[in-house]
Nanobody, 123 residues
Framework: QVQLVESGGGSVQAGGSLRLSCAASGRTFSTYTMGWFRQAPGKEREFVATINWSGGTTYYTDSVKARFTISRDNAKNTVYLQMNSLKPEDTAVYYC????????????????WGQGTQVTVSS
């Protein structure tokens, strides 16, 4: 019921910032919990952040909670990930995902996924 398209990835130096966007097509975007995940070469997919339908509840993995901010604009059918103070260990392909239900860090609980966007942080 929802399709996701990501943008905003790129290459930055350590300490820089990027804002990722995930645009949704569909009539019921505002009813979905949204999440961001990332996957580095040779590693498992990792939870980054999640936000509920209203934007009133957010959760972050410990390694990013002081630096990243997830937000959504339901009028624009878009979810964002603002990434500040980037580190080389943030280098990964970043994916947005959607589910009906509560905020969750478990990838298997998300039913819709974007294609991913590459983020590279140089030291």
């Amino acid at each position: 019921q929802v399709q996701l398209v990501e943008s905003g990835g790129g290459s930055v130096q350590a300490g820089g910032s990027l804002r990722l966007s995930c645009a949704a097509s569909g009539r019921t975007f505002s009813t979905y919990t949204m999440g961001w995940f990332r996957q580095a070469p040779g590693k498992e997919r990792e939870f980054v952040a999640t936000i509920n339908w209203s934007g009133g509840t957010t959760y972050y993995t410990d390694s990013v909670k002081a630096r990243f901010t997830i937000s959504r604009d339901n009028a624009k059918n878009t979810v964002y990930l603002q990434m500040n103070s980037l580190k080389p260990e943030d280098t990964a392909v970043y994916y947005c995902a959607a589910r009906r239900g509560a905020t969750s860090s478990a990838a298997f609980e998300y039913t819709h996924w974007g294609q991913g966007t590459q983020v590279t942080v140089s030291s």
